[in-house]
């Protein structure tokens, strides 16, 4: 039997909170009954400007007044000029555009497919493998979930789609030894799909030394280098792209989630040796429509004139700052706090007798929104915009919730 609906006619793919939100204003957000609430969600790393953003409203106002959809069969000026700008600010030169981050990942793997096959030789009847990390999350579609190094997301739709061998993240030995197994009979593997910090997973920043030697490999044995920046990208970390964190280039990313600032968009960006896709093998009928990407160029226009970059590394530092402070006060709780920029976690200790969903849970009711990372870290992933003041009293809030907790105890 399912369990009994809690969102009427809606499926109930979600296990959500009882809350109805109706309203944003910036970092604010009100429920139906006129609470307002910190919102270190923003969407989950999606609303980049804040909610009801003046430019972006303007933007896609005079957007919806001049050219709202046509397909793909004709040229699109603004996903022409969304694809100039993502290449003219990152090491990728043509972008394919669809609407979701799952998606944008679907198409990196049907890409790692054509060069495993096209480029590297791999025998027609052999599935090219491609390399993901344990703790991954990479989306819900079929091949996007294979990806997902996280078995209990498989669980109930086997089997999965072929051809993923997962390692655990960060781990040079382990990566070495699993990439000569699958080369061992001949060239097998196509490409190397990371995050370069994992976010679902529970905020794990990557480490510079592990990608530099994966990326030597990669290009040792012709093998495609992947990001998933669908969580990290477009100036999350304080840096445009992720890959700028690590200091590695790879041959491609996939992006979504903040790149629309709340508009659905995803993207698949390439250098030119991964510019292997050719007209009827990917299509996407709202991918790069105009209203997703002006929502895209004005995201990316007001981070450079509003000097966004910088002030997220501010932000990041402060946030990991009061944090620390946190953790260090109810040190028998956390085990201290981890990210880049403004996707920060604060990690409960094993023993910590509480979990991250009720933390996430006695915030709300504090009035600030954030969301678990695994079962032992809460995240932080705020729009962009936040400034000192919102970040003191979100550490406030969370501080009283867990006093609440603690006194429930
Ligand atoms: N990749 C990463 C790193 C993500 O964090 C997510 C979503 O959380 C996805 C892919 C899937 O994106 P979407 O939900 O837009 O399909």
């Not at 990669?218 to 280098?225: A, E, K, M, N, R």
């Not at 969580?231 to 491609?252: C, F, H, K, N």
Request: aromatic fraction near 6%; include cysteine; proline fraction near 7%.
């Amino acid at each position: 039997m399912a369990s009994p609906p809690t969102t009427g006619p809606v499926m109930d793919t979600y296990a959500r909170f009882p809350l109805q939100l109706v309203r944003g204003r910036g970092v604010w957000v009100w429920d139906s009954s006129g609470r307002r609430y910190l919102d270190c969600v923003a969407g989950i790393a999606v609303n980049t400007l804040g909610h009801s953003d003046r430019s972006l409203r303007r933007a896609l106002g005079r957007q919806l007044g001049q050219l709202q959809h046509v397909s793909n069969l004709y040229r699109i000026a603004e996903q022409e000029q969304l694809a100039a700008a993502i290449a003219a600010k990152s090491c990728f030169e043509r972008v394919f555009f669809c609407n979701s981050g799952a998606e944008a990942n679907e198409a990196a793997i049907k890409l790692a497919r054509k060069h495993g096959h096209g480029v590297r030789g791999i025998p027609a009847e052999e599935p090219p493998l491609i390399i993901t990390a344990q703790a991954s999350f990479h989306g819900r579609t079929l091949a996007a979930v294979s990806a997902t190094g996280q078995p209990k997301y498989h669980q109930g739709f086997e089997p999965m789609v072929q051809g993923f061998r997962y390692f655990p993240f960060n781990d040079t030995a382990a990566f070495e030894a699993l990439l000569a197994a699958c080369e061992a009979p001949g060239p097998r593997v196509a490409a190397v799909l990371l995050e370069p910090l994992q976010g679902e997973g529970g905020v794990i920043p990557g480490d510079p030394a592990f990608f530099a030697r994966v990326r030597q490999l990669c290009d040792q044995h012709g093998i495609l280098l992947i990001f998933d920046e669908v969580q990290i990208g477009v100036g999350r970390s304080g840096r445009l792209w992720g890959y700028q964190q690590l200091g590695v280039e790879p041959d491609a990313i996939t992006l979504a989630k903040g790149l629309g600032g709340g508009f659905p968009i995803g993207a698949l960006a390439v250098k030119p040796a991964a510019d292997l896709l050719r007209p009827g093998e990917h299509a996407s009928t709202f991918g790069g429509n105009p209203m997703a990407c002006r929502a895209g160029l004005t995201v990316l226009e007001q981070l450079e004139r509003r000097a966004l970059l910088p002030h997220v590394s501010r932000m990041g530092e402060l946030l990991q700052q009061l944090l620390s402070e946190l953790a260090a006060r109810h040190s028998t709780l956390f085990e201290g706090s981890r990210g880049w920029g403004l996707l920060q976690g604060l990690v409960l200790r094993p023993g910590a007798g509480i979990t991250a969903p009720e933390l996430v849970k006695a915030a709300m009711a504090e009035g600030l929104l954030l969301v678990p990372a695994g079962p032992s870290v809460v995240r932080f992933v705020p729009p962009l915009v936040i400034q000192p003041r919102h970040l003191r009293h979100g550490v406030a809030c969370l501080e009283r919730a867990v006093q609440s907790l603690v006194a429930q105890a």
